[in-house]
């Protein structure tokens, strides 16, 4: 696989791949953000999410993948540092604002700045058609957040710092998109990459907080329910984050970026048949509105 991989790597058929696959971590990364803010305080879940895909990866770690070159150390804890960053926010984020609320705003500022940084680190560009088409993108994407803003009627005293912190988020996940497409492409087996990135990431601090949170809580959740959400997003992660990691390698990372913030609209069907959260006509056209500028990126390239 590794080398078909790098036998297909920024040619028409890698295009093709990394555009498959940068759809489906949108449509499953949709639904992982939905596991993290559904049933269980998002803090918890993520613990259980994090400690299930990290024990995931160690037969993967100890049998299968090849050993990381020196260099790869420095970038793993570099990997490891962002991500953890990123997850603190994000659930801080959850914790203050409804998913179709912060979703939309977290994924809308990550393309942008993705963008530009696949521009100045791997000198990617765009053409003048694929501009407008993100710019179409984000006029969906802050048009829901904005009408969100005005006519949201729910946990609005927490509404503005859940969106402060969403667009904080997303410049995270900019950061971490770039940061994870420059890493697998310094590994020469993109796998031990996604491995060992899924092994230091999983087996770190969130399980700790979440076993903390839980021990401080007067009607701490059931664990099995919870346990078997964790192993469900462990398992989405692997596709979904795996997925798009590997679509940068494949592809252009700003190209892949944009398309999978089609994620929002994904998001916002998920919340309303499975969060329950109301989605009006106004909503939908919002998200047409996304899931064209996304195929505008996509045709003008």
């Not at 977290?106 to 694929?130: K, M, W």
Request: glycine share 10%; hydrophobic share 55%.
């Amino acid at each position: 696989m590794t080398d078909w991989i790098n036998s297909v790597q920024g040619t028409a058929v890698g295009h093709q791949v990394a555009m498959g696959l940068a759809l489906m971590s949108a449509f499953l990364h949709a639904i992982f953000g939905a596991l993290q803010k559904g049933r269980h305080d998002p803090w918890l879940t993520r613990g259980a999410i994090d400690i299930c895909y990290g024990l995931i990866a160690v037969p993967f770690v100890v049998f299968v993948v090849p050993w990381p070159e020196p260099h790869m150390w420095l970038i793993f804890a570099g990997a490891f540092v962002i991500h953890s960053i990123y997850k603190i926010v994000l659930a801080m984020c959850y914790s203050r604002g409804a998913f179709t609320v912060v979703y939309p705003v977290v994924r809308g500022t990550g393309p942008l700045f993705t963008v530009i940084g696949a521009f100045l680190i791997f000198d990617e560009r765009f053409t003048g058609v694929q501009w407008i088409g993100v710019l179409v993108l984000l006029c969906g994407i802050y048009g829901l957040a904005v009408y969100n803003l005005r006519y949201l009627t729910e946990g609005r005293e927490t509404l503005k710092v859940a969106l402060a912190l969403a667009v904080l988020t997303g410049l995270i996940v900019a950061t971490y998109t770039t940061y994870d497409a420059y890493g697998i492409r310094a590994s020469s087996d993109p796998f031990t990459f996604l491995a060992w990135f899924f092994m230091f990431d999983g087996l770190s601090f969130m399980p700790l907080i979440a076993v903390a949170r839980y021990r401080r809580m007067a009607n701490p959740p059931t664990l099995p329910p919870l346990l078997a959400r964790g192993l469900i997003g462990g398992i989405i992660a692997y596709f979904s984050f795996g997925g798009i990691i590997l679509a940068t390698r494949l592809d252009n990372v700003g190209q892949a970026a944009v398309l999978r913030e089609t994620s929002t609209v994904f998001a916002a069907l998920i919340g309303w048949v499975m969060l329950k959260e109301r989605v009006g006509p106004r909503r939908l056209k919002l998200m047409a509105l996304i899931a064209l500028g996304a195929v505008i990126v996509q045709m003008g390239g």
